[in-house]
Structure formats: C-alpha cells, structure tokens
C-alpha cells in the first residue's frame, strides 16, 4: 500500500513550514506533484482536542503516504481563507470538525465557506468527551441539577463560557430549548453566556468567578478534576453530548439525563474531518483517503487518540459529504430555534 500510494506523491509533504513553495502542478503520470501540502486546521491551541486529532492524523496518515505531514494551527478565519486560495493541486488542505459548517449557520463565517463550496474528505475521529463542567463546589452535579437550582433560585443567573458560532453553542442552545419547555421562558432567560475562545480562557473564566459553567472536554479537563488538584481551580463535570457514556468516566449524557429537543433526546457527538478544495485532483483525494483507510485501523493510530479520550472513526470520501450534510441538517433546526449568541450575553 505505502509504494502504491508513494508513487502518487511525488515529492515531501511538509505540512508546518511556512516557507515559500513552488507552483507545482500536475505530473505527466496523474499522480500529485507538489512540493508541500499544508494541513491548515480551524484551531489556533496546540493544546485542545483539534491539535490533538490532527496530530494523530497526520502523523499516521503521514506515515501510510510515506511523506512527512505536521498539523499547522492557524485557527478558522485563516484556515478558511487559506483554502479558498487554495490550488487544485492538494497542496493545502484544511482539518476540523463540526464548527466548519456551524459558524457558517450561525453567521461566524461567510456563507462562501459552506460545505457546498468544499470537497468533504474523509472523516477520521471524534472526541466523544465533550462536556460540560462547573468548578468543584457548586450547588449542583448535573445539567438537571443546575436547572433546578435555577429555578429555584428566581434572583440568580446561570453564565456559559461559549464560543459563538461553535460546537459549545450549540450544546448550550439544546440545554436552553429544553430548560424553556420544562420550566419556562422566565427561568431559560437567565441563562447567560460568556463568549470565549480557547479552552484555556473558559478555565480562567470559571476559576475567576466570571461564569458557573464552562464547555470543556474529557481530555482536556480531567486533569483538573482530581482529589489532589487546588480547590481554586478544582472542577467537576456537569455532562457530556455524545450518545454514550464515556468509558472509565461516571459522567452521565445529555440524553440520559432527559435533556431533549423538539421531544428527541439531544446527543451530539463531535467528529474531525477533512476539507479540500470543491476542484481537488482526484488523484490526491484517492491518495489521502486511502492513506486514511490504512492508518485508523493500525495501533499507533488509535493508541494515539486514546490517549484523550478519543475514539477512529473513520466515514470514506465517498461517503463523508452525505454524512456530514445530514448532521448539519439535523443540527441546524436546533439553532433556528435558540436566541441569538448577543441575545444572551451577560
């Protein structure tokens, strides 16, 4: 496989360096000639769950390529921009997940970065532990909990730290719809958000008293979750999106803990995957989705994501643009429901 899929690309793929490349072009043979392929990804942390896919991802799917590939972190409106600009060639490519096509609904992105102006890639991954938390001492355990003591509590406020037009968004548009069809508008409208970005800045927010309640993730939160963590920045998970428990974690689901919408329990389960240009060569295109197919079945690659928490799960070219097209359907009727992100700042 690795000779076969060698013979496509006919030079290094250097996915990092920011040093100029050549025009390249299309080789006599059909395979790719490129110099370098950027894999731009819709993050700017090193530190959070789209690096940490990437890095998998790249490196494994590197590997079956034979070619060197390294995530480069330039965060969305870069990332976007760069593969607007991109040539047909595959030489840059973009990696994400489901905020590609939410910050586009929810009007973060301009409608000419949709998904009907892409080629899907496969899909490759997904962090099933994405959560909420609170810190350590706060009157409730659950979403359910809190919702309560919201109720109960007719002078008090309930803030988010959320990042507009993202995956956090959404999640906090399923708890708001179901908190007004459960106890009413009168209590959903005091549920407030606080808009941040990285993962860092919802922490800081939460320790310093900011907000109550952060969108986070097993991976990257757990460490703050131990006895022996300082109680000044010692949190407790509220709950997760995925469809699933996460094995090893006593955190319950939205679904289990009866948070629905539109009478259907809400699960969400944020997938990683990639974007290329709407004209890419279709030699490339096969050669990265056959690279992928190789590497999520071997160890490397999955010892790799569970490292985080995160789990293969790989969707083929041919298949990745229907699956994504009707999860973001599904998804987008939730949003067309919720308040507008500046109707609920604090």
């Known amino acids: 496989m690795k000779k076969k899929l060698a013979a496509l690309i006919t030079a290094p793929i250097l996915a990092l360096s920011m040093t100029a490349c050549s025009d390249g072009g299309t080789g006599d043979d059909g395979g790719v000639d490129v110099n370098r392929v950027r894999v731009v990804l819709g993050s700017s942390s090193t530190t959070a769950d789209t690096y940490q896919n990437a890095h998998a991802f790249t490196e494994n799917v590197g590997q079956a390529l034979d070619v060197n590939m390294k995530a480069d972190a330039i965060g969305a409106n870069k990332a976007f921009q760069a593969l607007d600009k991109a040539k047909p060639d595959g030489s840059t490519i973009m990696f994400f997940h489901d905020m590609a096509y939410l910050s586009v609904k929810y009007g973060s992105q301009p409608e000419k970065f949709g998904l009907d102006n892409w080629t899907v890639g496969p899909v490759v991954s997904l962090n099933p532990g994405?959560?909420?938390?609170?810190?350590?001492?706060?009157?409730?355990n659950d979403l359910v909990e809190a919702a309560e003591w919201l109720n109960d509590n007719k002078s008090e406020t309930l803030t988010f730290a959320v990042e507009a037009g993202g995956t956090s968004e959404l999640s906090l548009d399923a708890f708001y719809l179901w908190v007004a069809d459960k106890y009413g508008d009168d209590v959903a409208e005091r549920i407030k958000v606080f808009a941040t970005g990285s993962d860092e800045e919802k922490n800081q927010a939460l320790w310093s008293g900011n907000v109550d309640i952060i969108y986070g993730s097993i991976g990257g939160n757990e460490q703050y979750t131990k006895d022996d963590v300082e109680d000044k920045v010692k949190e407790k998970f509220l709950a997760i999106t995925a469809s699933e428990r996460v094995e090893g974690f006593d955190i319950p689901t939205f679904a289990e803990q009866g948070i629905e919408v539109d009478g259907e329990p809400f699960t969400f389960d944020k997938e990683f995957f990639v974007l290329m240009p709407k004209d890419v060569e279709d030699s490339f295109a096969s050669a990265l989705d056959d690279a992928t197919a190789e590497a999520v079945e071997t160890d490397a690659y999955v010892d790799e994501l569970s490292k985080n928490h995160f789990q293969p799960n790989y969707v083929p070219l041919d298949e990745s643009?229907?699956?994504?097209?009707?999860?973001?359907?599904?998804?987008?009727?939730?949003?067309?429901?919720?308040?507008?992100?500046?109707?609920?700042?604090?």
Request: glycine share 0%.
């Open 130 to 140: 994405a959560a909420f938390l609170a810190k350590h001492d706060a009157p409730y």
């Open 321 to 346: 643009t229907k699956h994504v097209e009707e999860k973001r359907d599904r998804l987008e009727s939730i949003i067309d429901q919720a308040p507008d992100f500046d109707d609920l700042a604090s």
